[in-house]
């Protein structure tokens, strides 16, 4: 049985300071992971729409 993934990239940019979102596939809620130049740290939190509420993509 294939598992399916519970995060996938959805978009990306940059090399050195990174920006990437994944999306959670079971509840299909956005998230921003950023990271500046891998050693100095990275972070991710949830992306929210103009109302405050999380921006969620439709799972099929």
């Known amino acids: 049985m294939v598992k399916k993934k519970r995060f996938v990239e959805v978009y990306s940019q940059g090399l050195l300071n990174v920006a990437k979102v994944l999306v959670d596939t079971e509840t299909g809620v956005n998230y921003l992971l ?11 939190t949830i992306l929210v729409d103009q109302n405050g509420k999380p921006v969620v993509t439709p799972i099929h």
């Open 34 to 44: 950023g990271s500046h130049s891998k050693r100095i740290g990275t972070g991710m």
